[in-house]
């Protein structure tokens, strides 16, 4: 359904010169260690260590103390690499309300001449900021690589309802009115419509899976316009063999990353305790990841939790992200029981770069990424139950993960991957701009 391979390499003989990539994220890495801000930096740091392209990168950090210095945009951490102090953001349509952003985002555009700008979030600089770019460089190349579900769903762009926190399967004015009641239908029907006409703009949108590349067609992106593309990670930190899972002794599930209510957490404990009840003690679960970003009800429920589950829950705090691989082939497998229909996890494509099977709930970018019985196992959204019991027929039962270890399938080629990105940024004259000078002429 969607575009994958439609686009053809640049040809040398029309350009020699290195291509320029501007990548733009709502974040950095070293700020914030979310799998957008992480792949939009391992795209910069690839594409600039390739002798074809030259590449920066723009984050963006929500920091009032900055612009009172008059540094909008500072550089902390090299020469290629650019940190946006944000001022002011409407949350609602992802407006920038920092009046001295148009400026300074349009000479930065002026002094790097990009050929490309790669934009792998708006939020912080703006929605705007795709017409900032036609404005001032009309013949440059705007993708954007699209996160979560924001553009539909108000709600964090995870499109579940509140506060029941039950799956949407679509959105509508009326719909997320009764969401967010404090706007009416007229409101989101305007939101709907502005985030549109910036979306305009862009020609090329990425979808890391297929299922949020219907989503968003479905809410009115154009198919021609959509490719499906999975994100760029940091390459492994190991080069050691990866060892099959135990075959002997307790059943280690990993949950790893950010711990939230929609990330499933509430399903790990109530799974554990349905098997202490059982006693079933065959299974520990040991936690990896961080909840204080969280609010603070959250983080208060949390640790209440923590403190009355039983010895089979194992809290390990946060962790490096160089210390991700050693910590996955530490485990037998990785649980992610996310209830919400997430889009193509990082801690997934992680898992199978470390040959470690994944228990998902069976539902969005979960079950597309995960092969049921054969990259890991499906179990129904929500359902602890559910989980308790599979956990349960895989300790009786080890030769299943022995199975599932060998049919894992090949983890993403990062060398491949990159050249699927560089085919995509064409020199002019591509499909891309031929569309575009096309649109404009009719």
């Not at 009764?178 to 990425?206: L, T």
């Amino acid at each position: 359904m969607t575009n994958r391979s439609k686009t053809a390499a640049p040809d040398s003989r029309l350009r020699t010169a290195p291509r320029r990539v501007l990548v733009v994220s709502h974040s950095h890495p070293d700020l914030s260690k979310g799998g957008a801000e992480v792949a939009a930096h391992q795209l910069f740091r690839t594409l600039k260590g390739s002798p074809d392209h030259e590449a920066w990168y723009l984050g963006c950090v929500r920091d009032a103390g900055n612009a009172k210095l008059g540094a909008s945009l500072s550089q902390p951490y090299s020469d290629h690499e650019y940190l946006y102090a944000c001022q002011g953001f409407d949350w609602f349509k992802f407006a920038n309300l920092d009046a001295e952003f148009p400026n300074e985002f349009r000479a930065l555009l002026n002094d790097l001449k990009p050929d490309v700008v790669h934009f792998h979030h708006y939020l912080n600089v703006g929605v705007e900021a795709f017409l900032h770019v036609r404005e001032t460089l009309p013949e440059a190349q705007i993708v954007l690589t699209l996160h979560e579900y924001l553009g539909i769903c108000h709600h964090y762009g995870q499109m579940v309802t509140r506060p029941a926190r039950s799956l949407c399967s679509e959105a509508s004015p009326l719909r997320c009115s009764r969401c967010f009641n404090e706007f009416s239908p007229s409101d989101f029907f305007m939101r709907d419509m502005y985030i549109k006409r910036f979306f305009d703009v862009v020609d090329q949108f990425i979808a890391p899976s297929e299922f949020l590349a219907e989503r968003y067609v479905t809410w009115g992106l154009p198919r021609e316009k959509m490719t499906v593309l999975e994100n760029v990670l940091p390459v492994p930190t190991s080069t050691a063999p990866v060892a099959r899972t135990a075959s002997k002794g307790p059943l280690r599930v990993g949950f790893f990353g950010q711990i939230s209510v929609l990330k499933g957490i509430n399903v790990l404990f109530e799974a554990a305790e349905i098997l202490e009840e059982q006693e079933q003690y065959g299974v520990v679960f040991e936690i990896y990841g961080d909840h204080s970003g969280q609010p603070p009800e959250f983080q208060q429920d949390f640790l209440t939790r923590l403190a009355k589950v039983g010895r089979n829950v194992k809290f390990m705090g946060p962790y490096e992200q160089s210390r991700v691989d050693a910590l996955m082939r530490s485990v037998d497998l990785v649980l992610v029981p996310s209830v919400w229909w997430e889009n193509s996890p990082v801690v997934i494509q992680e898992a199978i770069r470390n040959r470690r099977p994944v228990i998902c709930s069976d539902i969005g970018g979960m079950a597309e990424k995960v092969r049921d019985g054969l990259d890991g196992m499906h179990f129904p959204v929500g359902n602890s139950v559910a989980l308790a019991h599979l956990l349960s027929q895989l300790v009786e039962d080890r030769t299943v993960l022995g199975a599932l270890g060998d049919s894992i399938r090949p983890a993403v080629d990062t060398a491949m991957l990159t050249n699927e990105f560089k085919r995509l940024y064409q020199a002019p004259g591509s499909e891309l701009s031929s569309r575009r000078t096309a649109k404009a002429q009719s």
